[in-house]
């Protein structure tokens, strides 16, 4: 091939020239962060079980929802917590998994519990929503804490006005 080239130089400018043009192409519709978050998306998944302890909980509520997610997709980690009158769990998928692909099959697989207790309410299933920080403001000063305090609140409410 490379013989090939080297008679025929044009080929070759041709070549290097559609490479160019395909790469100026691509470039303004490539996706670039400065920062770019890498943390995994988590789903919660929240059923409600009234006037259950939380052994009940447990053996009602958390495992059938691991029996029922652990054929999910790019599942890394599962965690449940059972508590009187609530079962919350954390779905964590891994980094090469589909978001939204993720959150419709644990969907799809938690409203398919068959058999749960009566007085269960629907799963509340939702993406855990993450916001970065962009800045942290500390109030100081020769103030008392209450003045601090009070000062502290009237730059948040100027903060949260300002527009942008």
Not at 4 to 27: E, R, S, V, Y
Not at 45 to 59: C, F, H, L, Q
Request: glycine content about 4%; some cysteine; charged content about 25%.
């Amino acid at each position: 091939m490379i013989r090939w080239f080297a008679g025929h130089p044009t080929a070759a400018n041709l070549l290097f020239l559609i490479i160019m043009a395909a790469g100026l192409f691509a470039a303004p519709h490539l996706q670039r962060e400065t920062f770019p978050d890498y943390r995994p998306t988590e789903v919660s998944i929240d059923i409600i079980y009234r006037g259950a302890s939380a052994v009940d909980v447990e053996d009602a509520l958390c495992k059938r929802m691991y029996d029922a997610v652990k054929s999910v997709e790019h599942l890394d980690e599962f965690r449940c917590v059972a508590q009187d009158n609530i079962a919350t769990a954390i779905a964590k998928m891994e980094a090469k998994g589909n978001a939204l692909r993720f959150i419709n099959e644990l969907q799809t697989e938690v409203n398919a519990i068959t058999g749960l207790p009566e007085r269960t309410e629907r799963p509340i299933i939702r993406q855990k929503h993450r916001s970065d920080h962009v800045t942290a403001v500390a109030v100081t000063g020769d103030l008392s804490i209450s003045q601090l305090e009070n000062y502290a609140s009237y730059l948040e409410a100027k903060l949260m006005g300002l527009n942008g």
